[in-house]
């Protein structure tokens, strides 16, 4: 396929999807039983989520092995949006103050009308990620600089917004509505077409990015898919139970997770799997105390 990208060459933008997906590496690692629970499962949830959406243990234990993984992955897509642009002309993604500079002195030109010549950006992943105490803060920061420098406008540049737009941003500060025509709410698309003049700027590097992710995917030497054993583990667990694919067997090892030091989490499990046969639920505890 023809590279129809003028704002960054097929080696660049390959490298930056390269640079992206190797961020992803320490995620691709392995889950054994103690990272799964290295911040603490909710087993009452778990237990609930299997039986409401009728999964299996598999199932369950895999969507959350990905939910911890995609929490940590939502950073490196930041990085994504934000560092591409440092190959796009005229602009710079500083180590601190601002995500993205962007600088272009020929003079641009804002919706209302008035010609400045550095745009300063603030960038996030979605509209609803900042709550009123942040919002007044990165507001306050443009003012700042729109008052240090009135030769620029500020920028809350989205990658989700609601939809598309190039707005003076309104929020509050001190309890007080405060708008600027130099401080702008901008969704991703509207901010590709300032740096580039191009409208479909996004809907280009959109369409060309899934085959380069693919292409760099399965480079010799990739990404590797991860062999996670949790489920291998829990099970083993629930054997020390009575039977691994028994449903109160998997409860009492996922329950085990978070409540093993739990008041009644000893004699009344005895009680209700039988005896405590050579030493079995001593060999639990020594095995789930490990993984804290």
């Known amino acids: 396929m023809a590279w129809n990208l003028d704002f960054i060459s097929e080696e660049d933008f390959k490298k930056h999807v390269r640079a992206t997906i190797m961020k992803y590496g320490e995620k691709l690692e392995s889950y054994d039983l103690k990272r799964f629970n290295s911040n603490l499962i909710d087993p009452i949830k778990l237990i609930f989520d299997k039986s409401v959406y009728r999964t299996s243990w598999e199932e369950i234990v895999n969507n959350e092995i990905f ?94 917004a609601k939809k598309s737009q190039n707005i003076k941003w309104s929020t509050k500060v001190d309890g007080k509505n405060v708008q600027h025509r130099l401080i702008r709410r901008v969704s991703m698309d509207q901010f590709y077409a300032i740096l580039t003049g191009e409208e479909d700027a996004f809907y280009k590097m959109c369409m060309a990015l899934p085959e380069v992710i693919n292409s760099v995917v399965n480079e010799e030497g990739g990404v590797e898919v991860p062999h996670d054993t949790v489920i291998d583990e829990l099970r083993k667990v629930a054997s020390l139970y009575g039977d691994e694919n028994d449903e109160l067997s998997m409860a009492m090892a996922v329950y085990m997770l978070g409540f093993n030091t739990y008041m009644g989490f000893g004699d009344k499990i005895r009680g209700e799997l039988g005896e405590d046969k050579d030493g079995m639920l001593k060999r639990i505890y020594e095995y789930v105390k490990r993984l804290k």
């Not at 995609?70 to 934000?82: A, V």
């Not at 103050?97 to 960038?123: K, L, S």
């Open 67 to 160: 939910r911890q993984r995609d929490k940590s992955n939502n950073n490196d897509i930041g990085y994504f949006h934000q560092n591409i642009f440092s190959y796009f002309k005229g602009c710079e993604v500083p180590q601190a103050g601002w995500d993205v500079i962007y600088r272009n002195p020929d003079g641009i030109q804002m919706p209302d009308g008035d010609i400045v010549h550095t745009i300063y950006v603030e960038m996030k992943n979605k509209h609803n990620t900042m709550n009123s105490a942040s919002s007044a803060k990165t507001y306050i920061k443009m003012q700042g600089q729109i008052l240090e420098d009135d030769d620029c406008a500020c920028l809350l540049v989205e990658a989700i």
